[in-house]
């Protein structure tokens, strides 16, 4: 046994440095090198088109009309690109190993062992992408989360089963008064008129279950919580006008898909003048045909529930008779 394994270390070295070692190294680092440069420059053909619009968004919703919705799409678009290019590099390894190293006879190749270089770079490299992706996700989630004292206009949001009410409010805070409201009815979607250019407050509460406040161009969901709890969040401006469809993105019961409204963005003009029909004691329809704009929502109708008597008792249906 002792003469046996003497005689495999001396043709292990000898193999080891056999002339042709060093030559499939230079060729395998130039392989590594190849690998490299087409990452990068899969990286770069990335970054220098509309990724998020080529690729659908990578599922987020596009078209934001707030600088917070873009802030977190490009966050998203950049974190899809980041991953994207780790995955590339990584597929690209274990492919090349695959292929490069795939059987050819009963001789091992050579063995590496205790490569701290290498060991290193696979250390250190994720808790720097990690760190990276971290420090950007807290700038980003730290400017959405950003409130000032005195926001343009306050709306109250007000959940219930299954529909929404709008309040606006002459401050910030529960004890503040509302000067308008616009409730929702299973006949009529509730139409939340706002205007462009002002900084926004939306302060939310439940009058029961948990419900979710979203309108994908405005920002990410909400959630909307029962009780003292007030989910307050501002954006600092609606760059765009027109018809948005917002809804619960919570189940919350047996018609939580019924639970749509309409966010209407209007010129600053046309809110003023909107808010003063409201508090003349317009409803919300001839208010919005006040300001010229489509009374009812545009982008969503109330669902038909098929809610009948006869759903539950047939007319034709003999009481008691069996099956």
């Known amino acids: 046994m002792v003469a046996r394994s003497s005689e495999?270390?001396?043709s292990a070295v000898?193999?080891?440095?056999?002339?042709?070692?060093g030559g499939r190294r230079r060729r395998g680092a130039g392989r590594l090198a190849g690998l490299g440069l087409g990452g990068?420059?899969?990286?770069?053909?990335?970054?220098?088109?509309?990724?998020?619009?080529?690729?659908?968004?990578?599922?987020?919703?596009?078209?934001?009309?707030?600088?917070?919705s873009h802030r977190m799409y490009d966050l998203w678009i950049a974190s899809c690109i980041a991953a994207l290019a780790v995955g590339v590099f990584v597929w690209g390894l274990i492919f090349w190993c695959v292929i490069r190293y795939r059987k050819r006879g009963n001789e091992l190749p050579v063995q590496t062992r205790y490569n701290l270089p290498m060991e290193f770079l696979y250390t250190i490299a994720p808790i720097l992408v990690v760190s990276v992706?971290?420090?950007?996700?807290?700038?980003?989630?730290?400017?959405?989360?950003k409130t000032t004292k005195n926001p343009d206009v306050t709306v109250e949001v007000v959940a219930f089963k299954w529909n929404w009410q709008f309040n606006y409010r002459d401050g910030q805070?529960?004890?503040?008064?509302?000067?308008?409201?616009?409730?929702?009815?299973?006949?009529?979607?509730?139409?939340?008129?706002?205007?462009?250019?002002k900084s926004i407050r939306f302060e939310e509460t439940s009058r029961d279950v948990i419900h979710s406040f979203w309108v994908p161009e405005l920002l990410f969901k909400r959630d909307v919580m029962p009780g003292n709890v007030r989910n307050v969040f501002e954006v600092t401006s609606l760059d765009q006008e027109g018809a948005y469809v917002g809804r619960c993105a919570e189940l919350c019961g047996t018609y939580h898909a019924f639970m749509n409204f309409e966010l209407r963005v209007v010129s600053p003009q046309e809110y003023d003048q909107f808010l003063t029909?409201?508090?003349?004691?317009?409803?919300?329809?001839?208010?919005?045909?006040?300001?010229?704009?489509?009374?009812?929502?545009?982008?969503?109708?109330?669902?038909?529930?098929?809610?009948?008597?006869?759903?539950?008792n047939p007319s034709d249906a003999s009481a008691g008779a069996g099956s």
């Open 133 to 145: 992706l971290f420090y950007y996700t807290a700038v980003v989630q730290t400017g959405v989360d």
């Open 277 to 312: 029909e409201k508090k003349a004691g317009k409803s919300t329809q001839d208010a919005l045909r006040a300001i010229g704009k489509e009374p009812y929502a545009e982008k969503t109708k109330p669902f038909d529930t098929r809610r009948a008597k006869n759903n539950f």
């Open 40 to 68: 990068a420059a899969l990286l770069v053909l990335l970054t220098g088109c509309d990724v998020g619009k080529t690729f659908d968004g990578f599922g987020w919703p596009q078209g934001g009309i707030t600088p917070q």
């Open 8 to 10: 495999v270390r001396p």
């Open 14 to 21: 000898r193999h080891s440095a056999s002339p042709g070692a």
């Open 173 to 197: 805070g529960p004890d503040a008064k509302t000067v308008a409201s616009v409730l929702g009815t299973s006949d009529v979607i509730p139409v939340l008129v706002l205007p462009t250019g």
